[in-house]
């Protein structure tokens, strides 16, 4: 009997503090439900160790255009290998790399701000326009491009963010 | 008043000049020199002769397949129900949302070349950088005074500060230095919008939300360092700032935008402040005596469910007898209230009418369907964040509205700026119809005529096309009168099918009695156009309905600027015509129909029709109808928008500087052609 009430604390204690990584659970799978692509939204935030910790909407979309931010600058970097490898696309590589571009000094830094200073529609409006500079980049090959997939993976990203920041509005 | 860029010397008191005649032969032979030069310049032109029925075909640009890829937005699939009911959910677009793309071309480079025609000529804009809304406008002193949210470091929105500028007559703007920086505590996130209230004394009283260390958005007073500086150069906050915080229950996000204040009869200041409570947009309501304690008044002003936060409220009072604008303090009989707010969901702003009580500090609209955030919009375009004051120099009230980009946000890195302000315009009660406002250009817009050409009573068969010799066709100022055979308006069977501006085909959908109307910044091939129309429907019920749109489907060859349609039903009363005014100022074109009803704002970037080879045409597309059209168009001037000069003497004294613009500092076409436009006005008026 004494035994029973000595350990009961700690049974309440373990039934009601749950394990720090799955209070957050609940988190990404709500915001990423109001997004298009789920799938990839939970992978992305998951891939990402910060989520773990994120306690609101804000931080997850912060995380977001951090990933955007990742995945442009390595897009970056993809197309000036690819400048050497396909010299006939030397065009419209040209204009992805300035689209990309545009995504990290402009779409990047002003969504940060709008996130973090409190005006949230200004983030939407650069996250969509992330998701137009990756398109826009795509189209600059009328249907031979080499990085499709890439691309596209920076469109989607951008659109779950948007997504997610409108959420706040 | 100093538009002329000409110097001169002055004369003595009553004298007037008299040429000799052999200086007027001279004076003729020069002005005559420069159209010759001018003519050569731009006689690439070709022959124009009228084109063919425009095809319903020729472009994919703007429709519902969006190629796999979307965007978040909700797209406009609602049909614009009957105005005024509008929902406030059936946009949801931000301004680089909402893309349709072309299908048929390749990613558009933009040049040098077609980023530097984008910037205007007559409406406000800073030298460079990103703007958004208007903060403060006041006359003061003998000035108008325009503030704004600004970024002195990029193209983007962030670093919030106060931009300022001055004009004599809202029209030709002298920047100034930054009025308020981010150097607070309570401001360091953001100095964001406020408004200007002047006091009996002649006292101005500044209030302006700031962006806390915390984020959270605080409201403060500031006030001019030297009331006697007409000018107003220099800014003191308040040191016991904030004077308000965000109610109990309240985010901490939502809460901005103070207005004007107005007297109550016991002889207090009350103001409202934009907020929400969940998804309900709500407008609080605060007495001050000194602008430094606030009372916060139980309830709200008004709200409406499911609208979401209310940005920029504006509440202000509207004669029901006449056109004049009224003091915002000003009640009484023959008075009606507006209640405005922006709507941070759909970023759109919308007003609506009704009666204010004071006692019990509510107000009620006249038609609870047509509520702010689901009612009528001030424009079916881009336009936002809109603030009005009573300009009590000429006695009317007076809107400013900011006109964001719609490209991408690459161009605008490149041309290194991003935002503009709207024409000002009067804002008044449309007293025929008692249900909606008007809003009309600023007069002194009219200044900015330079020559004209009229056209009287062109008939245009269904299907037609005409090219309209205008000269230059990037700054222009056009006046248009449309009517209809009687006969095609009975006649025409009756549709069943609620016709909406945004989810129609755009001037390429042919209906019986329309569209018709002008296609602007349009190229010879018509590869190029932005037509700005009228669209009659009828109804089950026999009864014509207009609609006024804008379709930017092929305004650009370009795949990444926004290319919906924009517009919405505009009351036409018996009698009437069909009218229409049209402002085209490089990158923005703004309509305003039946005498401002309903007015449409777009940005448009075409990549041809720029500088000399752009073109106006008049159309009907109409299957069912033959069109009449009159029309008067304008060259536009430029406002020559520019620094106030260094000078401290000039400064100091307030007055508006006489310098001269020497030479051009553009090196483009359309300016080469207002600026010899205006020097032969100059020695015109000389003669």
């Known amino acids: 009997m004494k035994a029973i009430l000595f350990v009961f604390p700690f049974v309440l204690a373990v039934a009601y503090f749950p394990i720090s990584q799955c209070q957050n659970l609940p988190l990404i799978e709500q915001t990423c439900k109001q997004t298009p692509y789920y799938?990839?939204?939970?992978?992305?935030?998951?891939?990402?160790?910060?989520?773990?910790?994120?306690?609101?909407?804000?931080?997850?979309?912060?995380?977001?255009?951090?990933?955007?931010?990742?995945?442009?600058?390595?897009?970056?970097?993809h197309i000036e290998k690819l400048k050497q490898k396909y010299p006939a696309l030397r065009v419209p590589l040209s204009a992805c790399k300035d689209r990309f571009n545009a995504i990290i000094i402009g779409d990047v830094p002003q969504a940060v701000e709008a996130l973090t200073k409190g005006d949230p529609k200004f983030a939407v409006d650069a996250a969509n326009d992330a998701a137009l500079e990756a398109d826009s980049c795509e189209r600059g090959f009328s249907g031979k491009s080499p990085i499709t997939q890439m691309n596209k993976l920076n469109h989607d990203i951008s659109i779950i963010t948007a997504s997610i920041v409108k959420t706040m509005l | 008043m100093a538009d002329s860029n000409v110097s001169y010397n002055p004369l003595p008191d009553g004298e007037r000049p008299r040429p000799t005649r052999r200086r007027s032969i001279v004076l003729v032979l020069s002005g005559l020199l420069v159209v010759g030069f001018l003519v050569?310049?731009?006689?690439?032109?070709?022959?124009?002769?009228?084109?063919?029925?425009?095809?319903?075909?020729?472009?994919?640009?703007?429709?519902?397949?969006?190629?796999g890829l979307n965007?978040?937005?909700?797209?406009?699939?609602?049909?614009?129900?009957?105005?005024?009911?509008?929902?406030?959910?059936?946009?949801?677009?931000?301004?680089?949302?909402?893309?349709?793309?072309?299908?048929?071309?390749?990613?558009?480079?933009?040049?040098?070349?077609?980023?530097?025609?984008?910037?205007?000529?007559?409406?406000?804009?800073?030298?460079?950088?990103?703007?958004?809304?208007p903060n403060g406008p006041v006359f003061y002193k003998g000035w108008y005074h325009l503030f704004y949210q600004y970024n002195p470091n990029g193209a983007i929105w962030g670093d919030i500060v106060w931009g300022h500028a001055v004009?004599?007559?809202?029209?030709?703007?002298y920047h100034l230095p930054l009025a308020m920086v981010a150097d607070q505590w309570y401001d360091i996130m953001g100095v964001w919008t406020g408004s200007a209230t002047i006091l009996p004394d002649g006292k101005l009283m500044m209030l302006y939300t700031g962006s806390t260390n915390e984020s959270v958005q605080v409201q403060n007073l500031a006030y001019p360092a030297d009331p006697s500086d007409p000018l107003l150069i220099k800014w003191v906050k308040y040191p016991g700032n904030p004077v308000l915080v965000p109610p109990p229950g309240i985010g901490a996000k939502d809460f901005r935008d103070p207005t004007t204040a107005w007297l109550t009869s016991e002889g207090k200041w009350r103001i409202a402040i934009g907020s929400r409570i969940n998804r309900t947009g709500i407008t609080f309501v605060y007495d001050t005596?000194?602008?430094?304690?606030?009372?916060?008044?139980?309830?709200?002003?008004?709200?409406?469910?499911?609208?979401?936060?209310?940005?920029?409220?504006?509440?202000?009072?509207?004669?029901?007898?006449?056109e004049h604008g009224l003091d915002t303090s000003h009640n009484g009989p023959g008075v009606k209230h507006v209640v405005k707010a922006s709507m941070d969901d759909d970023r759109h702003d919308y007003y609506a009418i009704g009666t204010y009580h004071e006692k019990n500090v509510t107000w009620v609209p006249d038609n609870p369907e047509i509520d702010v955030g689901i009612g009528i919009r001030y424009d079916y375009g881009l336009f936002y964040a809109s603030k009005t004051f009573y300009d009590q120099n000429k006695k009317r009230r007076?809107?400013?509205?900011?006109?964001?980009e719609s490209d991408s946000e690459i161009a605008d890195v490149k041309k290194g700026w991003a935002s503009l302000q709207g024409i000002p315009r009067t804002v008044a009660l449309d007293t025929k119809t008692g249900s909606n406002l008007l809003q009309w250009p600023v007069e002194e817009v009219d200044s900015l005529r330079l020559t004209s050409k009229e056209f009287k009573k062109i008939e245009l068969k269904p299907g037609s096309v005409m090219p309209l010799d205008v000269g230059s066709a990037t700054q222009l100022d056009i006046v248009a009168e449309f009517e209809l055979d009687k006969a095609a308006l009975e006649k025409t069977?009756?549709?069943?099918?609620?016709?909406?501006?945004?989810?129609?085909?755009?001037?390429?959908?042919?209906?019986?009695?329309?569209?018709?109307?002008?296609?602007?910044?349009?190229?010879?091939?018509?590869?190029?156009?932005?037509?700005?129309?009228?669209?009659?429907?009828?109804?089950?019920?026999?009864?014509?309905?207009?609609?006024?749109?804008?379709?930017?489907?092929?305004?650009?060859?370009?795949n990444d600027v926004n290319k919906s349609k924009y517009g919405s039903f505009v009351p036409v009363l018996e009698g009437e015509k069909f009218s229409m005014r049209v402002l085209v100022d490089h990158s923005i074109v703004e309509g305003f129909a039946q005498g401002g009803r309903t007015t449409i704002t777009s940005r448009v970037y075409p990549t041809k029709a720029i500088y000399g080879a752009a073109r106006v045409f008049l159309f009907n597309n109409a299957t069912g109808a033959s069109v009449t059209s009159s029309l008067k168009a304008w060259q536009m001037n430029s406002a020559f928008i520019r620094p106030y000069p260094d000078?401290?003497?000039?400064?100091?004294?307030?007055?508006?500087?006489?310098?001269?613009?020497?030479?051009?500092?553009?090196?483009?076409?359309?300016?080469?052609?207002?600026?010899?436009?205006?020097?032969?006005?100059?020695?015109?008026?000389?003669?």
């Open chain 2, 493 to 558: 069977a009756e549709s069943n099918v609620e016709f909406s501006c945004s989810s129609s085909e755009g001037s390429a959908e042919r209906g019986a009695l329309g569209p018709f109307g002008l296609l602007v910044l349009a190229d010879d091939s018509l590869s190029e156009q932005t037509p700005v129309y009228f669209y009659i429907a009828k109804g089950k019920d026999g009864s014509l309905k207009t609609y006024f749109c804008t379709d930017q489907s092929r305004s650009s060859e370009a």
């Open chain 2, 289 to 322: 005596k000194d602008f430094i304690n606030y009372e916060l008044l139980r309830g709200v002003l008004h709200g409406v469910p499911n609208t979401g936060m209310w940005e920029c409220v504006d509440f202000y009072p509207v004669s029901t007898t006449g």
């Open chain 2, 40 to 67: 050569a310049l731009l006689s690439d032109n070709g022959s124009i002769a009228p084109t063919n029925v425009i095809d319903n075909d020729n472009n994919n640009v703007n429709d519902n397949a969006q190629n």
């Open chain 2, 647 to 687: 000078d401290d003497d000039e400064r100091h004294s307030g007055t508006e500087p006489t310098y001269e613009v020497r030479g051009s500092k553009t090196k483009y076409l359309g300016n080469l052609l207002t600026s010899s436009l205006l020097f032969l006005n100059a020695r015109n008026n000389f003669l």
């Open chain 2, 71 to 133: 965007d978040v937005s909700s797209s406009s699939k609602d049909p614009e129900r009957l105005r005024p009911f509008t929902s406030a959910s059936s946009a949801g677009v931000s301004e680089k949302s909402n893309r349709r793309f072309g299908a048929r071309t390749a990613s558009y480079p933009w040049t040098n070349n077609m980023l530097s025609w984008q910037r205007t000529a007559f409406h406000f804009q800073p030298q460079k950088n990103w703007m958004n809304d």
């Open chain 1, 39 to 77: 799938g990839l939204c939970v992978t992305s935030l998951k891939s990402d160790p910060r989520s773990k910790t994120a306690g609101d909407v804000q931080a997850i979309a912060l995380i977001m255009v951090d990933i955007i931010k990742a995945k442009a600058g390595g897009s970056l970097q």
């Open chain 2, 398 to 404: 007076v809107l400013w509205g900011w006109i964001g």
């Open chain 2, 167 to 173: 004009s004599k007559d809202l029209i030709h703007w």
